[in-house]
């Protein structure tokens, strides 16, 4: 396999591309202003929030408004809910309706298009950089679930195998071999089959199978790939290698529908939701930039929170530190040490005090643990306000976390325990989905 680096002079705007296949085409390299948000490297900041860093001064916690701010996103008001469950006949996800998922880009005008009957495709993914998922892992899936069953439309995963072996020095078969397995997690998700195709990007972008295919892909690659604004938006020095340069455009071409001529041949007009955590909006920014003058929509982003760490809310959970999360291979017994030895309680340090003075739900693990996994809005209702009162204790709140999430984890190792390895075969063949908006 051979590869060739073109380096191009500013002024130019066109170059030539020439596939394996000999096929000559030209594509456009758009450099220009870009959307509203970090567009430079800043030395000093109260808060660092990328895809490969979260971090809040001091060790504090993120502010999700001074990010919607910077990043120049909307807040996901009630009314967007409310349209949800009146478009599609079903109750909001607990994630939309409590506000985990938090932000858009143009999630109003997906709906739009929806209710004039357009369809539109889902795209998420996933960094394959461990064998276990921990639960904020499962977040975006869960949701996205929600999203292709309540609006009937097909999804692509991608799996940034790729990404993994060039930030984590993972070599190619470890990264290929961790994709596998994160497959078979996120199919246990339950997602259906016959509108869902899952790839990995040293698979589907990296093998070239089909030289039509490669033209499509890549041909959206270079045309993604002003490296001015790459430089810009994600602060790469001298000091990074070709790769992390190169790789912004490979997770931004999924947005556009020509990336995948199997699925959506003739249908460049089909619009892109992507749910996502808010580390991931840098990507979309640059994607949407470009959008408008390759003839595509801009793709529409919905943004959720960082699941915490069970030590506190100052970032995102770390795969890195088994013992700041609830991973999905984790026995009950593992969870229920987990989660009263490290889960950050906003308790009292006695009884006495506790009663008198409640706890501080703005701070407590278990209750915002439980304000993403316990679906019953009464019960979450009557523990906040019991709790904060002082009148039920932590180890009151703490045990009844543990019996949720030890229900949640036991069904998806049992969904998990049921993905052969033909399943995730099936799920990542390059193939039609002729019922994909059935």
């Known amino acids: 396999r051979h590869v060739c680096l073109i380096i191009l002079p500013l002024e130019l705007n066109r170059v030539p591309v020439v596939s394996p296949s000999g ?12 959307e509203k948000g970090e567009d430079k490297h800043e030395e000093e900041q109260d808060q660092v929030v990328n895809p490969w860093e979260v971090t809040a001064k001091d060790g504090g916690k993120i502010d999700y408004d001074k990010l919607i701010d910077k990043f120049g996103c909307q807040r996901l008001e009630e009314p967007l809910v409310d349209r949800v469950q009146r478009l599609t006949g079903r109750p909001p996800h607990v994630f939309l309706r409590r506000g985990v998922f938090f932000a858009h880009r143009d999630f109003d005008e997906i709906l739009n298009a929806y209710e004039k009957g357009k369809k539109f495709y889902l795209y998420t993914g996933r960094g394959p950089s461990s064998e276990a998922l921990h639960l904020g892992h499962l977040v975006p899936f869960m949701f996205t679930k929600y999203l292709q069953d309540a609006f009937k439309v097909p999804l692509v995963i991608q799996l940034t195998d790729d990404e993994k072996c060039m930030w984590k020095n993972l070599s190619v078969e470890e990264c290929q071999r961790l994709a596998r397995e994160n497959a078979k997690d996120i199919i246990a998700c ?5 509108k869902t195709f899952i790839f990995s990007d040293f698979d589907y972008v990296g093998g070239c199978a089909l030289y039509f295919w490669w033209n499509n892909y890549f041909g959206n690659y270079i045309n993604i790939s002003p490296g001015i604004q790459v430089v810009g938006i994600f602060g790469f020095s001298g000091e990074d290698h070709i790769g992390k340069v190169g790789f912004p455009p490979i997770q931004a071409a999924p947005s556009f529908p020509s990336s ?8 460049d007009d089909l619009r892109c939701l992507i749910p996502c955590a808010i580390d991931q909006d840098p990507y979309f920014r640059m994607t949407r930039d470009v959008a408008p003058r390759l003839g595509y929509h801009k793709p529409s982003l919905i943004e959720s929170s960082f699941f915490p760490a069970l030590q506190g809310e100052t970032g995102k959970m770390s795969a890195s530190d088994p013992n700041s999360a609830i991973y999905v291979t984790d026995s009950a017994k593992v969870i229920k040490n987990k989660i009263n030895k490290y889960a950050f309680s906003g308790g009292q340090d006695s009884v006495e005090k506790h009663r008198e003075l409640g706890a501080n739900l703005e701070v407590d693990i278990p209750v915002k643990y439980l304000s993403f996994f316990l679906e019953d809005d009464a019960e979450l209702e009557h523990i906040k306000t019991e709790y904060g009162a002082g009148r039920m204790l932590t180890g009151e709140v703490k045990k009844r976390l543990a019996d949720v999430l030890t229900e949640v984890v036991d069904r998806h190792r049992a969904a998990r325990a049921a993905v052969t390895e033909e399943m995730v075969d099936a799920f990542m063949a390059v193939r039609p989905l002729p019922n994909m908006f059935d």
């Open 190 to 194: 339950g997602f259906d089959i016959t």
């Open 23 to 34: 096929f000559r085409r030209e594509c456009k390299v758009i450099v220009g202003k870009m």
């Open 260 to 267: 995948f001529p199997h699925l959506f041949s003739g249908k």
